[in-house]
């Protein structure tokens, strides 16, 4: 079993961010029976965060985890300022923050608690070290960073040891792989892949909801998909030699890496098959086709629109 931290958690875990009208329309009892299932199946390990839905997120997570047993490692995520937000704008305590989880979460203690973006204008120092004593007073069981650079990774880790980073890791997007990665190993902090299936594109998924928020994604608009389709050519490919699904071979590149995955679905069906690539072990071949469709830097579109874009580091691209 992976471990992060102290935290043992499954081989992958899920993220319910699309359980709250993210990509596309989600329905609560539907959302519950898939994380019931989550679990029947063996995952321990869930996330969300406060803005998911504004609170929506964390009250079904709570709803639907409530009384199922000891074991389940629950994440969850605060921001000081919604989007950046700006100097002007009041920013939100981690205490506060934490509170506010906890009661949406209906527990009284959060495993893993992170910073889910640095604010451009409080020091990382500052956040991390709230978090640091909402540990020490067990509230919170670790302290995590969301999309920090390599630097703010060991400013962050020398101030509190860091649990977890999280941030964003699949075959399109890999840029972690030029520091972040390597800074996150050399300090024995887990690391944990969100968008491990790039929201969907890379397991085949079509955009159809016309809220679907990956409209307003760069890399989802027609001339980036167009360009990144013949990219997903060569998963689709390797799928058919291995006898795996588009996903399957999606995550299974992802779990090569010795990192956790947090995909996120809505259906049983894909949480299941999904699951199923823990078994799914890729030969060398394959990952070298993978990769070499794949380069770093290489994707059509940018990961976020501009204004988000700005709250993720700019990693270098070269090797
Ligand atoms: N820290 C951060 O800033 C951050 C940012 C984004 C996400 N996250 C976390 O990471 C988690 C996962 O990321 P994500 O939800 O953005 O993207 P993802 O896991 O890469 O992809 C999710 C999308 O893929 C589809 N999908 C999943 N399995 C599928 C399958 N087998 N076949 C076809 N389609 C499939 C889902 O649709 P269906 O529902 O139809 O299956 C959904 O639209 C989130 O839930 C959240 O917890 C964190």
Same mark, same amino acid.
């Given at each position: 079993m992976p471990s992060i931290g102290k935290l043992e958690v499954s081989r992958q875990g899920f993220g319910a961010?699309?359980?709250?009208?993210?990509y596309g329309q989600a329905d609560d009892a539907r959302s519950i029976a898939t994380l019931h299932r989550a679990i029947s199946l063996g995952v321990t390990f869930f996330d969300t965060a406060t803005g998911y839905g504004a609170g929506h997120n964390e009250e079904l997570l709570g709803k639907a985890l409530?009384?199922?047993? %000891?074991g389940l490692i629950i994440a969850s995520k605060f921001v000081?300022?919604?989007?950046?937000?700006?100097?002007?704008v009041a920013p939100i305590k981690a205490r506060d923050a934490v509170e506010a989880s906890l009661t949406r979460l209906g527990l %009284?203690?959060?495993?893993l608690y992170y910073l889910h973006r640095v604010d451009p204008d409080i020091l990382i120092e500052d956040s991390v070290g709230e978090l640091g004593r909402l540990v020490d007073e067990g509230k919170i069981g670790g302290v995590g960073v969301s999309e920090a650079s390599a630097d703010g990774v060991r400013r962050a880790h020398a101030t509190y040891p860091l649990t977890a980073l999280q941030s964003e890791y699949s075959l399109w997007t890999?840029?972690?792989?030029?520091e972040i990665l390597p800074t996150v190993r050399e300090l024995g902090i887990g690391f944990v892949a969100y968008s491990p299936l790039g929201r969907g594109f890379l397991a085949g998924a079509e955009v159809s909801d016309? %809220?679907?928020?990956?409209?307003?994604h760069p890399r989802f608009q027609p001339d980036a998909v167009a360009a990144n389709s013949l990219r997903r050519a060569t998963i689709e490919q390797v799928a058919k030699r291995v006898g795996a699904s588009v996903a399957q071979v999606s995550l299974a590149w992802v779990l090569s890496k010795g990192v956790v995955p947090i995909p996120g679905t809505r259906h049983i069906e894909h949480l299941e098959s999904n699951w199923a690539a823990n078994h799914l072990e890729l030969d060398a071949d394959s990952l070298d086709a993978l990769e070499a469709a794949f380069?770093?830097?290489?994707?059509?579109?940018?990961?976020?629109p501009a204004e988000a874009l700005k709250l993720v580091p700019a990693e270098p691209v070269a090797a």
């Open positions: 961010m699309g359980l709250s009208h993210t409530a009384d199922r047993g %000891d000081h300022r919604p989007n950046g937000g700006g100097a002007a %009284d203690h959060i495993d890999r840029d972690v792989e030029v016309p %809220d679907d928020r990956r409209r307003q380069p770093r830097g290489a994707t059509a579109g940018a990961r976020y």
